[in-house]
């Protein structure tokens, strides 16, 4: 069923195509700017940011008032701000230095325990810098990927975040983990949202409880 949900939000969306790859630090601090805001915002927080500091050092030195400044257009500066600063910091006593090259010398285990050891980087932000930056196997589960596995019944309603990845990355064949985390994330944004989903424009309809019961329930937008 994986496999069949996989190529049928490739065949309605199109070829895949994957992100830009960035080096590991900025994956990292690109998904702490993603958080509970728009690509577009996350997007302009990070140029800006890297438009300022051009170095991740520079960023580290700087207060942290202007490191909030710098991605304000991002949502909740201040809390992003301390928290890249601590990740900054966590990196650069680790290796004497702010630079996460030799994670491309470590097994997928070893590099997703150092990456969930930084501070408030959890399983999903570990597993799109492995997935994105380092181009390994691995099946980042965001809000949207969490929400419509949890609708097509892969995981029992309740499972946390940190669960669902666990449950989930053995279960997704490895050469389609990157393709389906992006279809489902798309499929999330267009289709299949949290209020109002279109499920009467699903491909997946047939595949879905939540659909099935939206329709009985007269919950689904059919628009």
């Known amino acids: 069923m994986i496999a069949a949900v996989q190529r049928r ?3 309605a969306q ?7 790859r960035l080096p590991v630090i900025d994956e990292i601090i690109a998904t702490v700017l993603s958080q509970n805001t728009s690509d577009v ?5 990070f140029a800006r940011l890297k438009e300022l500091f051009p170095a991740w050092e520079q960023v580290l030195q700087a207060p942290v008032g202007q490191v909030a400044d710098a991605i304000r257009c991002g949502g909740i500066a201040e809390v992003k701000a301390r928290r890249i600063r ?6 650069a006593e680790r290796e004497g230095r702010v630079d996460l090259s030799r994670l491309h010398g470590l097994d997928d285990a070893a590099a997703f325990g150092y990456l969930t050891s930084l501070p408030g980087v959890g399983p999903k932000t570990a597993a799109c810098v492995l997935a994105f930056a ?11 990927v969490h929400r419509i596995v949890t609708r097509l019944g892969w995981l029992p309603p309740g499972t946390t975040a940190e669960a669902a990845y666990r449950a989930l990355s053995p279960r997704v064949p490895p050469g389609i983990r990157y393709d ?5 994330v798309a499929h999330g944004r267009s289709v299949c949202r949290a209020r109002r989903p279109r ?3 699903c491909v ?15 919950r689904a937008d059919r628009r």
């Not at 601590?86 to 990196?91: E, T, V, Y």
């Not at 380092?134 to 949207?144: K, S, Y």
């Not at 389906?180 to 489902?184: E, T």
């Open 180 to 184: 389906l985390h992006l279809a489902l």
């Open 134 to 144: 380092m181009g390994r196997a691995a099946f980042p589960v965001d809000t949207h």
């Open 14 to 20: 199109g070829p895949f195509a994957p992100k830009p």
């Open 86 to 91: 601590q990740i900054l910091a966590a990196i």
């Open 41 to 45: 915002n996350s997007g302009r927080a």
């Open 204 to 218: 997946l309809h047939d595949l879905c409880g939540f659909a099935a019961g939206a329709a009985a329930g007269g």
């Open 199 to 201: 499920c009467g424009e």
């Open 9 to 11: 939000l490739r065949a």
